[in-house]
């Protein structure tokens, strides 16, 4: 290679390094690309114009006068496409030009004398699309399939395009062992306290080696021996910086003369780079500035004079491997017409509108700087999702410190918030609900179906609402739909498997009815997120099939009516029928509320309520009702059915339990949380503070916010400290978390021989879960967001919620195959389907059986 065409390049290549450095990202891309489609455009330029990009391609420095570069690149590019066993090395040049731009007869025979370039013209206003598939196929070509794409699109206003290709491929001198590549870790952007197991090459062997003060040097050459890659690595991992602000080509130079063979213990990563770079802005700040505007001197490419250079982009690949290594990098520089007018249709985005989104030479080839993990890189050509944790919302010291298992700590702050929502839903937020509810005189089903499902769907709520808004991810669509699939599996399990030896009946009505409501909503919603996007009016669609189900509540007594009787006559024999014999003529048991209802007491019912039950306590079933006394205050009458010896032993804040250890313990941990939600939260289910249920009902809206947000927050941590993907996080653990109060009450109720109030409740709320805790969230993140719509990341939830009507249909099947019964066998049977769901669900999310979520891409 000419010597003062590597000198100049290297000079650039320096140069732009040093920018690109700043950015703290890593950095790939070939300056021998990069030069010599600039040099081409060089051969077009005139007076101050030329004079500016020969001080910035490094001409001056090189003594490289204008008359004798194309000989130089000429002598450059013979020594190349080089195809033999050892290595291969190819390079081609091109020229695109739009069929009604003339280009000087002189300019054409010059570049492809001197720099064996093709041109070809092409309609870029009329057929840009056809222009932009000739770009990427001949990039692809040239490239050997290493970058399929360059462009995505095409300003119709371009009249030319200058393209460089270079292809490399080696193997390694000193090849690398399969079998000595195991998992090591990388430190990430040289911090200590992040770092990832990646795949690292190891091989003892004589290499060219220099140590210096703060860094040094290692020379891996490749068959042949006359070409190498030159790694420098800072002695300390923080050390990356001042090295940049060292480096230059005589650097470079010094070490490569410096060098000795020494037997080194080498370790390098396996790994892929792709990077791609708009390098406009970055030769603009190296002082190339006339090319881009109007004051352009492009006479000798075509005498308009109008011709300007409008973007310089710059895609290089890098794969690196036990053999060898294998890279290629394309530049393509774009040009218009300042001033062109034609005669072609406008589109001009000034108003509103839908988006919908779809050899031993000293030249350097390539310059690359990694600075994040390597396992990241190898996936960076797949779009990435946003995590919904980052750094900085904690110290970067978690990475290091969850590997040592103190995350663990997490899982207990976890658990202890998630009991905490269950205290402020079951003792102050639903009873607060009840009391609205009665003032507002509303239907016992409509009001179940709307307040009653606020509370005890609350949870859901408050973390999709924080999965929308604040972190951004899947983490919230996650959390609403795995709760679902645990509500009607994993909840009825848990009770089914409570009673153990007991068996209860439960009523088929209030199931199927709203087993056919969900059904209609999971549709919905799987034609919603089919896409990976959500709009506004698909949120409308989800609020608008809830308000359905809340008419139908509201005409549910005649509804039932009509559904039993039509099922009498279609099949009198039916086990539909058969269980609704004895019950034909009883209110629906439905957990909705009503007037007087049974509910499980899990508080003593003279003491005010702080503390919740554990499992070996007896539950105490009390019958309330709402009244009012002469002077027309609303009292609480409550009468219990069941007397206990254990009353007196109902624990309060006050006053610890006085038998049983756990029930101690339990207290124990739960005082300070009762404590400050007593402190804070007025107890509107006391009758003296009943006038009180306003501030009530929006203290404990704060106080679920709040606590929902921790929540978030620890299963993020969690997920972020353990590389588990977002809606992983979501189906799972914050799913479990966030159906506790529905987990409690459905057990107890179910104790209590209340079967209908445990289940049938349970279908009917995820109907609330999908509807509202979807809907309101989404609609307001696409009406407040620029974009219009919101983005769903993983494409495995569309597949978890099409799996949704999958368990409804077998949950269905299982209590009409029991004889609409709740016992044991039932409770096992909901459990083994939920562990199999969770196990696939999961393994997509991981991309087992293929790509379907992509990485998290983490700061």
Not at 240 to 265: A, F, G, P, W
Not at 540 to 553: D, E
Not at 584 to 602: G, N
Request: hydrophobic share 45%; with cysteine.
């Amino acid at each position: 290679m000419d010597s003062s065409v590597a000198e100049a390049s290297n000079h650039l290549g320096i140069n732009l390094y040093k920018l690109l450095a700043e950015e703290n990202t890593n950095v790939f891309f070939s300056p021998f690309s990069i030069s010599t489609a600039l040099a081409m455009l060089f051969c077009g330029a005139q007076n101050e114009t030329a004079e500016e990009m020969r001080k910035v391609l490094g001409y001056e420095i090189a003594n490289i006068k204008d008359e004798e570069l194309k000989h130089c690149f000429q002598k450059l590019l013979d020594t190349f496409d080089i195809n033999q066993e050892s290595y291969t090395l190819n390079y081609a040049n091109s020229v695109l030009i739009h069929k009604d731009f003339s280009v000087k007869e002189e300019y054409k025979s010059l570049l492809k004398d001197f720099f064996k370039a093709f041109f070809q013209e092409v309609d870029f206003i009329n057929e840009s699309e056809k222009a932009v598939m000739l770009v990427n196929e001949w990039v692809n070509d040239k490239t050997n399939n290493m970058i399929p794409k360059l462009l995505d699109s095409l300003d119709p206003s371009t009249v030319m395009i200058i393209l460089n290709a270079v292809y490399f491929k080696g193997l390694w001198s000193h090849p690398f062992d399969e079998k000595s590549t195991f998992k090591q870790y990388f430190y990430n952007k040289g911090d200590e306290d992040d770092y990832k197991q990646v795949d690292m090459m190891h091989l003892k062997d004589k290499f060219y080696f220099v140590e210096k003060e703060s860094y040094k040097a290692l020379q891996l050459l490749y068959k042949g021996d006359d070409i190498s890659m030159l790694i420098l690595l800072p002695n300390s991992k923080d050390g990356l910086r001042e090295l940049e602000n060292s480096l230059s080509s005589t650097l470079i130079q010094d070490l490569k003369e410096n060098m000795r063979d020494t037997k080194v213990e080498v370790a390098l990563p396996k790994f892929k780079l792709e990077y791609s770079k708009s390098f406009k802005e970055k030769f603009e700040s190296l002082g190339l500035n006339l090319v881009f505007n109007s004051g352009a001197h492009l006479n000798d490419i075509n005498d308009s004079g109008d011709l300007l250079v409008s973007e310089i982009i710059h895609k290089a690949v890098l794969v690196v491997n036990e053999e060898g290594s294998e890279a290629a990098a394309v530049t393509a520089v774009m040009m218009m017409r300042c001033a062109l007018i034609l005669n072609q249709p406008e589109f001009i985005v000034d108003h509103p509108f839908i988006n919908h989104s779809s050899r031993t030479q000293k030249a350097h080839f390539y310059i690359k700087k990694i600075v994040d993990s390597w396992q990241q890189l190898m996936k960076a050509a797949r779009s990435a999702s946003p995590p919904v944790y980052t750094p900085s919302q904690r110290t970067s010291s978690l990475r290091r410190r969850g590997k040592r298992g103190e995350f663990l700590v997490h899982f207990l702050i976890l658990s202890y918030v998630c009991a905490m929502i269950a205290v402020v839903c079951d003792v102050y937020f639903i009873p607060s609900l009840e009391i609205i509810a009665d003032k507002l005189k509303l239907p016992p089903d409509v009001a179940g179906a709307t307040f009653m499902a606020i509370g005890a769907s609350s949870p859901e709520l408050f973390s999709s609402i924080i999965g929308s808004f604040v972190t951004e991810g899947d983490i919230g669509v996650g959390a609403v739909i795995g709760s679902a699939v645990f509500n009607i599996l994993g909840i009825t399990g848990v009770a089914g498997i409570a009673l153990w030896n007991e068996v209860l009946d439960i009523d088929w009505y209030p199931m199927v009815r709203d087993c056919i409501a969900y059904s209609i909503t999971v549709l919905c919603l799987v034609g919603i997120i089919y896409d990976n996007i959500v709009t506004w009016w698909e949120s409308v669609i989800l609020l608008g099939i809830f308000f359905l189900y809340i008419l139908l509540m509201y005409f549910n007594t005649r509804v039932e009516k009509v559904t039993r009787n039509l099922a009498r006559r279609i099949g009198p024999d039916s086990c539909l029928c058969r269980s609704c014999q004895d019950k034909a003529t009883e209110e629906e048991k439905t957990p909705l509320l009503k007037e007087k209802t049974f509910v499980p007491e899990l508080y003593s019912s003279n003491e005010k309520p702080v503390l919740p039950a554990v499992d070996n306590v007896s539950v105490i079933v009390s019958e309330c009702t709402y009244q009012k006394d002469p002077q027309g205050n609303e009292i609480i009458e409550e009468t219990q059915s069941k007397e206990d010896a254990e009353d007196d032993d109902e624990p309060s804040l006050c006053s610890p339990p006085r038998t049983g250890v756990i029930r101690f313990l339990w207290w124990l941990v739960m005082w300070p949380a009762s404590l400050l939600l007593t402190l804070t939260i007025p107890d509107s289910s006391n009758p003296k503070c009943i006038k009180a249920f306003p501030l009530t009902f929006l203290v404990s809206i704060a106080w679920l916010g709040v606590l929902s947000y921790m929540a978030v927050w620890m299963v993020t941590v969690i997920g972020y400290t353990l590389s588990i993907p977002d809606s992983v996080s979501g189906l799972t653990i914050l799913a479990v978390g966030a159906s506790v109060p529905d987990l409690i009450s459905s057990v107890l109720v179910a104790k209590s021989g209340q079967g209908n109030m445990a289940i049938s409740n349970l279908v009917g709320s995820n109907n609330f879960d999908i509807s509202i805790c979807l809907g309101v969230p989404w609609l307001g993140k696409t009406l407040l967001s620029g974009e219009g719509y919101l983005r769903i990341y993983s494409t495995v939830l569309s597949f978890a919620v099409a799996v949704l009507l999958i368990t409804l249909f077998i949950f269905f099947m299982i209590f009409q195959l029991a004889g609409w019964k709740l016992n044991r066998m039932v409770g096992l049977t909901c459990l083994l389907v939920y562990a199999l769901y969770i196990i696939f669900a999961c393994l997509f999310e991981f991309n087992v059986f293929g790509y379907f979520n992509p990485p998290t891409c983490y700061p």
